[in-house]
């Protein structure tokens, strides 16, 4: 099958599962603190240039409710790899978040490897999803790229996630330094065969001042190739248009909506800490405007697809057996202090 037909292909099946909406992840980069010294990352540990920032909870929950104003009922919470808040406090950050926006609302976090324990922790104060990218499935590439980590923990972390419950998700990144000519059909094997509940592929950008600065980008043909075939393999999971495809190419996430893609992250994080969360070069700030909303509608129309503001979204791969645990959508009490 060639490509436009392979990307036809997966758009049908798309529309077949989801119509033409669109669910809406609102991203909070509470942390630019990293432990780790990943060749690729432009916050990683080593690098000194970057201006270091945690976001407090009340900053937190100011992001959050401009987003719940907007229409957004799912959060991701993002940061580099360390522990800024103990657990104890993230997981009181965590129902605050549930109680202020007083109805059911999705909470995903995206902060790496942690012990089991913690895991259970955050799960049980309302942590509804995960995302943690295996970034390869190459043992000897990603043990290249990530100093001092392995491919077999991360895997197993991801197991861990699924059986406490979570709605996880994973992925891999596309042209990733070092990689070998059969590591894409790898990753995808590895992904589908694991039948995460959410997904995330994204090309390599390269970071100034980091390691693997003078590596090419991935291509972005790649990247909506494996959007397409993820999407026959795995038609009702959730697969997200990562914001690295902006800098590819311009409108990259809304092309990807054309190739299987069903999920759009807007950029809720305050501007000054946004400036200072720069995983890559030419990081978009296309969500940086106060009128962002709007003009995501216009734009999505141009793409014959919607917003689906005021959902939820939860992946229908929640269904399988042993798919996650569904909570009930409950409407928390906010706290006076809260509202």
Known sequence: ??????????????????????????????????????????????????????????????????????????????????????????????????????????????????????????????????????ETANPRVYALNHPGRSLESRLEALHTLKEIGYETGTGFLIGIPHEEPDDFELNLETLIAFRPHMVGVGPFVPAPQTPAAAFPPGPFEKVLQAYSRIRLALPKVNLASVTALDSLVPQGRYKALRAGANVYMPNLTPPDFRRRYRLYEKKSAADAFSDWPRVLEEEMKRFDRRPLWNEIGTSPMMDEPGGGIKRPEISPVMTASER
């Open 1 to 134: 099958m060639t490509d436009s037909g392979l990307t036809a292909a997966a758009e049908r099946l798309c529309l077949q599962n989801f119509g033409n909406g669109v669910f809406i992840r609102g991203i909070v980069e509470f942390s630019n603190v990293c432990g780790c010294d990943c060749l690729y990352c432009g916050i990683r540990k080593s690098c000194r240039n970057v201006s270091r920032y945690t976001m407090n909870r009340a900053e937190i929950l100011s992001a959050v409710r401009a987003g719940y104003e907007a229409g957004i009922r799912s959060f991701v919470f993002q940061s580099g790899e360390a522990s800024v808040y103990a657990v104890d406090d993230f997981c009181r950050i965590i129902e605050a978040v549930h109680r202020q926006c007083g109805e059911a609302v999705a909470v995903t976090l995206s902060v790496g490897e942690r012990c089991g324990r913690e895991y259970r922790r955050l799960f049980d104060a309302g942590a509804d999803r995960f995302l943690m990218r295996f």
